[in-house]
């Protein structure tokens, strides 16, 4: 192992007051989110939302609108609100635009008359929570940003010549107007909300002419074409418990589920710098990279297929198809939530449990059968919200120097990887980025996008963590995600909105044994967890998660865990599909109850050591674990952007080297996973629960590591 000796010496001194922080005595686990402090609605005193709009004449008609669906009464409450309340003659241009809209699939939208009164009370429910949010913007609007409204759809943010554009098109003429319940922006027009499908929408898009063509002519047009699958879902128990296993609040449970895709497309002015001018010549590019895709795409030779370069562009292996589709992701999503972005609008509040040190990124699953990619937001940078399709460095997930991330002579960049358009970082004379539509987003890109032998090879031969709300679509599209405590809570009639309460057949990728398993979401806050939120559950719980997809390989797995005194105690299964007859156990069942100083797993406080935890480390491998996060503190070549310059905040240090306070990765041993293979995670309950149900699940995030990495006899895995 490569160590640098004056980094150990200087990561140690910067640490070393922990010894005396460990004596005063650790910080308490923040185990879940905090409560808002009231279960219902009550009256807000001063001046609130409601009050500034009852007085502001020129806001009259969108308060008819909000009054006839109740929500002036919301808005009148305690609470904490984002209003963008078109004024008058908005109202009016709208209400005549949708009235005499040629293209609706309903006459006049389903409206009575060209006015106020002529509006239906779904119409007025669709615009009144278009326009307002649980969460309070004011001052902070970043640009590029998006908003989560009352309707689960977020408004993007964007700029013209100094002035704030809602949707690429309601200004805010008056911000910022404080009340005691929030803050109101006054907007020129009604905030426009795109009720046209991915598919329907790119072809209006001159600037996509090529690709579009090439989505039609694939068929894959046609899979863009759902909204929303076909159920409508109940729970019967919504109750929340506490760490003692006593039923509490009542939590939201939705009653449907959307489907959302998003489509990474270049404009026909990057089509045309690689020598694309029609659909003819990228039909030629296409096979030109994905002729000898069998020498890397080991789906193909593992499912009997080959590589088509004829005109059946239909076939999902036809070169084409196969370029469209990795432009496909399963998940929709505006610009600012595709990667748990530094310093957000969810995160300022939190930085200790962020990726401190380390760049956010994540894996999603394409439309190109058990492929991945991956999107980045290197860190440091100028602009910080640079995002990158594929990006390589060489010796990524390896480091030669403890406690950082490795030197940059190490981590060469091998590819940049091709860069997203947004709103705050995007190329010259591109007209369209971050486009949302009713189904999903289309974001243009500056290069071309494509699997090659460097995808699977290069950029995603590397340590591959996956949160569980990245993989498991559902909480992006129906909005979770990215949610915090205030919106939920908005959703829940103003009560609990610190957990979500799922159906137990919500999800494609989950699968419940049992009607005793309670399905639960922690939404984003400040408690052990990656990226800040949790899929959780308890009960006399058995389930089974669908993995992602991984290149053939063979990979050390392992699952992240947060040792609690109210956790339970699980086996862990392996299977090949969702039937539990494919299952076999790894390793011995799990007791998460088991306290983090236990001598069966080792941890100790590695800046105690002199050799700065590396023997501890090794001893914890030999029992089955690792340390969780270091990117849960901060450290000596990090500037956090809420410190002041040079300090390190030591109480987010703790988070690592107190016992109170950490959490462990088990590793559930190594195996070999097929790309074209479908793969199951069993959780199972082995303990009597006697009507306990504070014994609880998590499954927070999971890593594949290829062995090589693991076994380098170079350099070591980066501790973030």
Same mark, same amino acid.
């Given at each position: ?49 409601? !009050? ?309 990124? !994540? ?178 719980? !058995? ?54 100083? !236990? ?122």
């Amino acid at each position: 192992m490569k160590n640098n000796f004056k980094t150990i010496m200087r990561q140690m001194r910067l640490l070393g007051v922990m010894g005396l922080m460990a004596l005063i005595g650790p910080m308490g686990l923040v185990s879940c989110n905090p409560e808002p402090d009231e279960s219902d609605l009550f009256t807000a005193t001063g001046e609130t939302a409601a !009050d500034f709009i009852n007085r502001t004449e020129q806001l009259s008609s969108f308060k008819y609108i909000l009054t006839r669906v109740g929500l002036d009464r919301n808005l009148a409450s305690y609470g904490e609100y984002t209003c963008f309340i078109p004024n008058n003659e908005a109202v009016a241009t709208y209400i005549n635009e949708l009235y005499n809209d040629e293209e609706a699939s309903i006459p006049h939208n389903g409206m009575t008359a060209n006015s106020l009164e002529g509006l239906t009370d779904s119409l007025c429910n669709d615009i009144a929570r278009y326009h307002l949010s649980n969460s309070e913007a004011s001052n902070t609007i970043d640009l590029g940003s998006s908003i989560s409204t009352m309707l689960r759809i977020p408004v993007t943010i964007s700029d013209a010549t100094g002035a704030i554009i809602l949707n690429n098109k309601a200004t805010i003429i008056s911000p910022d107007n404080k009340v005691t319940n929030g803050v109101v922006h006054i907007i020129d027009q009604v905030i426009p909300r795109n009720t046209r499908l991915l598919s329907e929408e790119i072809k209006r898009l001159s600037e996509f002419s090529i690709f579009a063509e090439a989505l039609e002519l694939t068929g894959l047009a046609d899979s863009l074409t759902k909204s929303k699958k076909d159920a409508t879902y109940t729970i019967s128990d919504i109750k929340d418990v506490d760490s003692n296993g006593n039923t509490t609040n009542d939590l939201y449970a939705p009653d449907e589920c959307l489907i959302k895709f998003t489509v990474f497309a270049e404009p026909d002015s990057i089509m045309h710098l690689n020598g694309i001018n029609n659909i003819n010549d990228l039909i030629a590019y296409a096979n030109r990279v994905y002729g000898g895709a069998a020498s890397w795409y080991d789906y193909l030779d593992e499912t009997g297929n080959s590589v088509s370069t004829g005109d059946d562009y239909t076939n999902r292996f036809n070169a084409l198809n196969m370029f469209v589709a990795y432009h496909i992701l399963y998940a929709g999503m505006p610009e600012d939530e595709m990667v748990y972005e530094r310093n957000s609008k969810w995160q300022k509040a939190n930085t200790w449990n962020y990726t401190n040190g380390a760049s956010p990124y !994540d894996y999603y699953e394409t439309m190109l059968p058990g492929t991945i990619l991956k999107i980045w937001q290197p860190q440091p940078m100028v602009s910080r919200r640079s995002l990158f399709i594929n990006r390589y460095v060489a010796f990524n997930s390896l480091t030669d120097e403890l406690g950082t991330m490795g030197s940059a002579a190490l981590h060469q960049e091998v590819f940049k990887g091709v860069k997203i358009n947004r709103t705050s970082d995007h190329a010259e004379g591109v007209q369209n980025w971050n486009v949302q539509t009713y189904n999903g987003y289309i974001h243009s890109i500056q290069g071309m996008l494509v699997y090659d032998e460097q995808v699977p090879k290069g950029v995603l031969h590397e340590r591959l963590r996956f949160d569980s709300t990245t993989f498991l679509p559902e909480f992006i599209n129906n909005g979770f995600r990215m949610s915090n405590s205030s919106e939920i809570s908005a959703l829940n009639g103003g009560g609990s909105g610190a957990r979500v309460a799922f159906p137990l057949n919500y999800f494609d990728g989950v699968v419940s044994y049992t009607s005793e398993n309670r399905f639960r979401y922690n939404v984003k806050g400040a408690f052990n967890a990656w990226q800040s939120d949790t899929f959780q559950g308890w009960g006399d719980y !058995d389930l089974a998660i669908k993995l992602p997809p991984v290149p053939s390989n063979t990979y050390e797995f392992r699952v992240f865990y947060t040792p609690m005194g109210h956790g339970g105690m699980m086996q862990f299964y392996l299977g090949t599909s969702r039937s539990q007859q494919s299952m076999m156990a790894l390793d011995i069942p799990l007791d998460v109850r088991i306290d983090i100083t !236990d001598p069966r797993i080792g941890w100790t406080v590695f800046t105690d050591e002199d050799d700065y935890g590396v023997a501890t480390d090794a001893s914890m491998r030999n029992r089955g674990y690792m340390r969780g996060l270091y990117s849960y503190a901060d450290h000596a070549d990090y500037n956090d952007l809420n410190t002041t310059a040079g300090v390190i905040d030591d109480k987010r240090n703790m988070r690592y080297t107190t016992t109170g306070n950490n959490s462990l990765r088990k590793i559930m041993g190594r195996m070999q996973f097929k790309q074209s293979g479908e793969y199951w995670f069993r959780i199972k309950n082995v303990i009597a629960n006697e009507g306990n149900l504070a014994r609880k699940w998590q499954f927070d995030y999971i890593e594949f590591v290829p062995v090589d990495i693991v076994d380098n006899d170079t350099y070591s895995e980066d501790w973030f």
